[in-house]
C-alpha cells in the first residue's frame, strides 16, 4: 500500500454561525478543482452541515461509527464535486458532548483507511469542548474563522489562548470571513494578532481573507459550493487564493505531536532530514 503524506487542517472558530462549514467545503472544493484528492470530515457532529451544503444524502454517518455499527471507510461517500465525505452526525446522537476518549477513536480509525489523500480538512462544530479540543490537536494546521464583531473575536482570542496555553499548539492560522475587502481582513487579522503577541507571547499567521459575497447564500440555497455555481464571484477567488497557499505550506514535523491523523501515514513519511 503507498503511504502519502496528508497535509490535515482543522477548521474552528469558537463561536457559531462565522462560515467554518462554508470555508471548509470551498477550501475542499477549491482543492479537488486543482486536481488534489481531498476528504472532507465533518467533525460537527449534532448537524449534517456539510452534507447538505454539498447537496449530498448519505445513508449513514459518523453516528453508525461510533455504535460500532459501521467503519469509517463504509460510511464515506463521494461527492458530485469528486469529494470523499466523512458525514457527521444526524443531531439524533448526543454526539455534540462526545468525550476525549471516542474522538480519540475517530482519529485513530483514519490510520485503516487506504484511500490516498492529499488534504483531510475536518470542520469542527463551535466551541472549545473536549471533542473539538482533541480533533484540533490530532490535526497539523488549525485555521480559525473570525468574523468582525466583538464575540466572534472574543471567542476567536478564547480558542487561541486554549490551543496555545493549555495544549502548546502552533501552527494556527486567523481567517477573517465575511470581510468588505482583503484590506479590511488584513486589519482584523493584526487587531487579533497583536493581542495575541502582548498576552499569549505567540503571533498566529495569515494566509488570506474572505469577503462577505451575497452568492455563498445562494449557492448554500441550491446545495452547491459557491465555486460551483459562481466561480468568478469575489469569494470563489477568496477560495481559490487559500487553497494556493495551502498548497505551499511548508511539511510539518510529522513527529511534533501525540495523536494525529493519519499516524501511520506521518511516521512512513518522516522527512530524511529528521
Ligand atoms: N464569505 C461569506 N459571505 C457571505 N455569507 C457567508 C460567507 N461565509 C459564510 N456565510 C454564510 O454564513 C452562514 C453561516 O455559515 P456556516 O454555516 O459556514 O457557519 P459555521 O461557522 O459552520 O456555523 P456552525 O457554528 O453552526 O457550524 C451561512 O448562511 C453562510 O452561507
Ligand atoms: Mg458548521
Given at each position: 500500500m503507498a503511504q502519502l503524506k496528508t497535509e490535515v487542517i482543522g477548521i474552528a472558530s469558537g463561536k457559531g454561525g462565522v462560515g467554518k462549514?462554508?470555508?471548509?467545503?470551498?477550501?475542499?472544493?477549491?482543492?479537488?478543482?486543482?486536481?488534489?484528492?481531498?476528504?472532507?470530515?465533518?467533525?460537527?457532529?449534532g448537524l449534517a452541515n456539510a452534507q447538505i451544503a454539498l447537496g449530498v444524502r448519505s445513508e449513514y454517518n459518523l453516528g453508525h461509527f461510533?455504535?460500532?455499527?459501521?467503519s469509517l471507510a463504509e460510511i464515506m461517500v463521494k461527492t458530485r464535486q469528486g469529494l470523499t465525505l466523512?458525514?457527521?452526525?444526524?443531531?439524533?446522537?448526543?454526539?455534540?458532548?462526545?468525550?476525549?476518549?471516542q474522538s480519540a477513536s475517530i482519529v485513530q480509525a483514519f490510520s485503516t483507511?487506504?484511500?490516498?489523500?492529499d488534504f483531510l480538512i475536518v470542520d469542527l462544530a463551535a466551541g472549545i469542548s473536549p471533542s473539538v479540543m482533541t480533533f484540533l490537536g490530532a490535526c497539523?494546521?488549525?485555521?480559525?474563522?473570525?468574523?468582525d464583531d466583538p464575540s466572534s473575536i472574543a471567542d476567536?482570542?478564547?480558542?487561541?489562548?486554549?490551543?496555545?496555553?493549555?495544549?502548546?499548539?502552533?501552527?494556527?492560522?486567523?481567517?477573517?470571513?465575511?470581510?468588505?475587502s482583503?484590506?479590511?481582513?488584513?486589519?482584523?487579522y493584526n487587531r487579533i494578532n497583536d493581542v495575541c503577541v502582548r498576552f499569549l507571547g505567540q503571533p498566529v499567521q495569515y494566509l488570506t481573507s474572505i469577503e462577505s459575497d451575497e452568492l455563498v447564500l445562494s449557492a448554500l440555497k441550491k446545495y452547491q459550493s459557491v465555486l460551483e455555481m459562481a466561480p468568478g464571484t469575489g469569494a470563489s477567488r477568496d477560495y481559490r487564493r487559500l487553497a494556493d497557499f495551502c498548497q505551499q505550506l511548508r511539511p510539518i514535523d510529522p513527529l511534533s505531536g501525540g495523536l494525529q491523523f493519519f499516524m501511520e501515514r506521518l511516521i512512513h513519511n518522516k522527512p530524511e532530514a529528521l
Open positions: 462549514t462554508t470555508t471548509a467545503i470551498n477550501l475542499a472544493v477549491a482543492l479537488q478543482m486543482m486536481d488534489k484528492r481531498v476528504l472532507l470530515f465533518d467533525a460537527d457532529l461510533l455504535a460500532g455499527e459501521k466523512i458525514p457527521g452526525g444526524s443531531g439524533v446522537q448526543e454526539l455534540a458532548g462526545l468525550s476525549h476518549l483507511l487506504t484511500e490516498e489523500i497539523q494546521r488549525r485555521f480559525i474563522v473570525v468574523k476567536a482570542y478564547g480558542t487561541i489562548k486554549v490551543m496555545s496555553q493549555e495544549m502548546k499548539l502552533d501552527e494556527i492560522y486567523l481567517i477573517p470571513n465575511m470581510v468588505e482583503q484590506s479590511a481582513g488584513w486589519k482584523l
